[in-house]
């Protein structure tokens, strides 16, 4: 028994040479390596290529054609003859098409941006949310190896007594299963924490956890009104902005339809050069002039479109909405959840000291040989149960404090404070 306590002190007590890393390090290095991200940033770059191809549609286009003809009649001479012509238009009308659909690729830019900045917030809120993880587990394993380190000496003590004749077998056999239960306790409770430090490496994109920890956070104990959280949500959060962009899109993309209903208007500019086998003369040829069309009817395709873009457009409304409410979810969830947090880490410091005092007691009388071994034990869990919901309360108020962040898109600025 005491070469596995010694092994696992060893693994778990000794210091490392391994030093933390700070969590804005760690959302640094997930913002500069996480595919995902950068498969978003993408999108930006392509809604700007998109942009361009809409604007190329009010320029003009040039097109070159030409054609060599022979042909044999009995009774007649050979005939051949070469021509070539070039012809340019440009729109000069389009029922607004052409300028609705420049002005949606501008706004798929601006939405493109604001939902690449929502995944960087949600992305810094998974690192923090992942890292403020491994702290508690980190946390967690420090209570169980205090835990384990105290039925150790309990066990050693008892070990003596029972050599002097002073206590009963009975006792030393309790001690050397409560220890060994607490290093079973110490060993899963590291197992915890190395699977969180994993997660987090993951985010980062980083393969190994070998030099990976995670250091202290300190955060404010100041809580405000959920009203200002509400406020401040629906003014910063780049998802709700991109809904808004989304809409002013669904309301040109009617105006879009529409346009199959209206005429269009182009100029068109042209010039040739013709020739003929009979003396091969080059004949030069030029026209100029200004079209239009207007589709009057086209089977109820057009009718279709309009309709359809209508009910894309109600859809895109209902969702805003649907965001907005699940917005003020968050923020209400996350607000209820810290003030709770804030609550139980006044009450549980109290119970730490209550569950230290108890178990000095016990020991003591113990000692003294006026007590039992079972109250010895019972304070020793009551103090391990006492620091864990301690640690969980800390934890919860640094964790709830990053979710109201989040939920407000203010996740960086929180970082920062």
Not at 54 to 73: D, E, L
Not at 93 to 109: D, P, V
Not at 200 to 210: E, G, H, R
Not at 249 to 273: F, V
Request: net charge negative; proline share 1%.
């Amino acid at each position: 028994m005491k070469k596995i306590l010694l092994a696992l002190l060893t693994i778990f007590i000794l210091p490392t040479q391994v030093q933390a890393m700070t969590i804005r390090e760690a959302i640094q290095a997930a913002l500069e390596n996480n595919p995902s991200l950068q498969r978003t940033e993408k999108s930006i770059t392509l809604a700007e290529e998109s942009l361009k191809v809409a604007k190329a549609g009010k320029g003009v286009s040039v097109s070159t054609s030409g054609g060599a003809n022979f042909s044999k009649t009995e009774g007649a001479d050979d005939s051949e003859s070469l021509s070539t012509r070039v012809s340019g238009s440009i729109p000069l009308y389009t029922g607004k098409k052409l300028e609705s659909q420049i002005k949606s690729a501008e706004l798929e830019i601006d939405s493109a941006k604001l939902q690449y900045n929502q995944a960087r917030d949600d992305l810094a809120y998974q690192v923090a949310a992942a890292y403020v993880d491994a702290l508690e587990n980190f946390a967690t394993k420090n209570v169980y190896l205090e835990t384990e380190a105290n039925l150790a000496e309990h066990e050693k003590n008892i070990a003596a007594m029972y050599d002097a004749g002073a206590t009963a077998k009975i006792d030393l056999l309790r001690a050397q299963v409560e220890t060994s239960n607490a290093s079973q306790d110490t060993a899963k409770s590291h197992a915890a924490y190395e699977v969180s430090l994993t997660k987090l490496a993951t985010l980062m994109s980083t393969k190994s956890i070998s030099n990976l920890s995670v250091e202290e956070i300190k955060t404010s104990s100041k809580l405000g009104e959920l009203e200002e959280y509400i406020s401040l949500a629906e003014e910063n959060r780049s998802d709700l902005k991109a809904d808004e962009i989304k809409t002013e899109q669904g309301e040109l993309n009617i105006e879009i339809a529409k346009a199959g209903k209206r005429p269009t208007l182009s100029a068109e500019i042209g010039a040739g050069l013709n020739s003929a086998s009979s003396s091969w003369h080059v004949t030069p040829s030029a026209s100029a002039g200004v079209s239009a069309t207007w589709n009057i009817f086209d089977g109820g395709i057009t009718k279709a479109q309009i309709a359809e873009a209508e009910l894309e457009l109600e859809r895109l409304r209902l969702a805003m909405a649907n965001d907005l409410n699940s917005v003020h979810e968050d923020v209400i969830t996350a607000h209820k959840n810290l003030k709770i947090a804030l609550m139980r880490l006044r009450t549980t410091q109290r119970a730490v000291e209550l569950a230290e005092e108890e178990r000095y007691i016990a020991s003591e009388k113990y000692k003294a040989g006026e007590g039992i071994l079972l109250d010895v034990l019972d304070a020793e869990v009551s103090l391990t149960t006492a620091k864990k919901n301690h640690v969980s309360a800390v934890h919860d108020v640094i964790r709830y404090r990053f979710d109201l962040a989040h939920a407000t898109g203010n996740t960086f600025s929180a970082i920062e404070n």
